[in-house]
C-alpha cells in the first residue's frame, strides 16, 4: 500500500507562486508514474500535469502549459511549481500514482491506484 501527502497549498493574488509537494510512503522503492489533479467545486477532477516513473515524459494541461512545471526527485516525492497563478487555478490539488513502472504518462483518474487527500489552492483576483 502506498500513502500520499500533499502539502504547499494556500491562499494567494493573482500573479503568485506556490509549490506543492507530495510525499510518499508505504511500499516505495518502485518509481510510480504519478499526476497531479484539480478539481473545483461543481466540477469534475482534472488532470494538471502528469509524469512518467523515470521523470523523462511529462504532460500538461493547455490551460497550465507555461505556467506550471512537474517534478520529481529519486526518493519518489512529486512536485508542482505554479507560477503566473490566476483566480481559475483555484481548485483542491490532488496528486495521484499509479501502480506500475511505466516509461509513459497518463492522464485520466480511473488510471491512478493511490490518492492524497488534497490541498486547497485558493487565488484571488
Known amino acids: 500500500q502506498v500513502q500520499l501527502e500533499e502539502s504547499g497549498g494556500g491562499s494567494v493574488q493573482a500573479g503568485a507562486s506556490l509549490r506543492l509537494s507530495c510525499a510518499t510512503s508505504g511500499r516505495t522503492g518502485t518509481d510510480y508514474p504519478m499526476g497531479w489533479f484539480r478539481q473545483a467545486p461543481g466540477k469534475e477532477r482534472d488532470v494538471v500535469a502528469a509524469i512518467s516513473s523515470n521523470g523523462r515524459n511529462t504532460y500538461y494541461a493547455d490551460s497550465v502549459k507555461g505556467r506550471f512545471t512537474i517534478s520529481r526527485d529519486n526518493e519518489n516525492t512529486l512536485y508542482l511549481q505554479m507560477n503566473s497563478l490566476k483566480p481559475d487555478d483555484t481548485a483542491v490539488y490532488y496528486c495521484?500514482?499509479?501502480?506500475?513502472?511505466?516509461?509513459?504518462?497518463?492522464?485520466?483518474?480511473?488510471?491512478?491506484?493511490?490518492w492524497g487527500q488534497g490541498t486547497q489552492v485558493t487565488v484571488s483576483s
Open positions: 495521484a500514482a499509479k501502480r506500475a513502472y511505466s516509461s509513459t504518462y497518463y492522464t485520466r483518474p480511473s488510471h491512478y491506484n493511490y
